[in-house]
């Protein structure tokens, strides 16, 4: 089977069109009353937000056996625990910080069907803080595959993100690295998966939205 990119997606993600207009409008606004200050904030604007919504497409790894990173970034936390919100047991947690400088789009790691989504409002600490976990304004998404195959999605807003934005709906099929939302301006995303899977990334480590496999199943 040949490698997909998933479904959606273009130049820019979506919420940051809002971003991009209002930088546009602040151009417009410099350029006509002739203040130059207010002409290269709009520039500025139009440079970050440019940048920081950008969503580029990704080679998708194939085969059902392979897990994808939901986020682009730095890996903070590989351990193991107890996961009772979704998987109800023991599972392997996978946490993944973005930094502003990041793509923020987030992919699913997994095929399968959106069985749950339950938003947590709370706090916007410091996201790789390991209590932001916890503690923060957050939305979960749980995802069933092929043969049972479950898999729980955490994105969690950060000090400076103050927005998840949500792209699917409870009950949708998705392809594995399908768009599932994205997160606003710094964050961090946690995937819980069953002990048996075989995690392929370490502390430290920089992944990919989508293309870096994280896990496999035995």
Known sequence: MAPTTGTGGGWIAAPGY?????????ILLGW????SWLLWLGLAGLAFFGYFFRDPERDIPPGPE??????DGKVVFVEDLREDRFLKGPAR?????MNV????VNRVPMAGKVTEQVHQPGAFKAAFRHEAGIQNEQLATGLTGEGGRRALVVQIAGL???RIVPYVKTGEELAKGQRF???CFGSRVDVYLPPEVEV?????DRVKAGSSIIALWR
Do not use: N, Y
């Open 32 to 35: 006509l009353l002739r203040w």
């Open 18 to 26: 809002r971003f991009l207009a209002s930088s546009a409008l602040l």
């Open 160 to 162: 400076l993100a103050r």
């Open 101 to 104: 400088f990041d793509v923020h």
């Open 181 to 183: 939302g994205m997160i």
């Open 200 to 204: 392929q990334v370490r502390v430290g």
């Open 66 to 71: 392979t897990m994808v990173a939901p986020a």
């Open 93 to 97: 947690r996978v946490a993944i910080f």
